[in-house]
């Protein structure tokens, strides 16, 4: 049974930093896509960024502010999050494809969820 589990969301002011986790157990010895994707009130989930072996991909709207990492030792995914501003508000969820090796940003794509962690940035 896969299961995800993000931590790490809070408050903030504007121009903070956060670092959300994204711990992750049963999915074996296998490699896939992890993402990080959000959803604010009345939006549509959006991604915000995925890896696979290394390719990493970015939302425009974070690129040069967040950044993904993971640790395969410890099954974790991370999300640094620095410069926030008020629009980064959202519930932040992160996510596996096990089919499409981060080829597609659509959250349809993604096969299993956490239940979200919420970030929320005050100006």
């Known amino acids: 049974q896969v299961q995800l589990v993000e931590s790490g969301g809070g408050s903030v002011q504007a121009g903070g930093s956060l670092r959300l986790s994204c711990a992750a157990s049963g999915l074996g010895s296998s490699t896939y896509c992890m993402g990080w994707f959000r959803q604010a009130p009345g939006k549509e989930r959006e991604g915000v960024a995925r890896?696979?072996?290394?390719?990493?991909y970015y939302a425009d709207s974070v690129k040069g502010r967040f950044t993904i990492s993971q640790d395969n030792a410890k099954k974790t995914l991370y999300l640094q999050m620095d410069s926030l501003k008020p629009e980064d508000t959202a519930m932040y969820y992160c996510?596996?494809?096990?089919?499409?090796?981060?080829?597609?940003?659509?959250?349809?794509?993604?096969?299993?969820w956490g239940q979200g962690t919420q970030v929320t940035v005050s100006s």
């Open positions: 890896i696979y072996y290394g390719r990493i």
């Open positions: 996510a596996t494809d096990v089919w499409y090796a981060c080829s597609r940003d659509n959250p349809a794509a993604f096969d299993y």
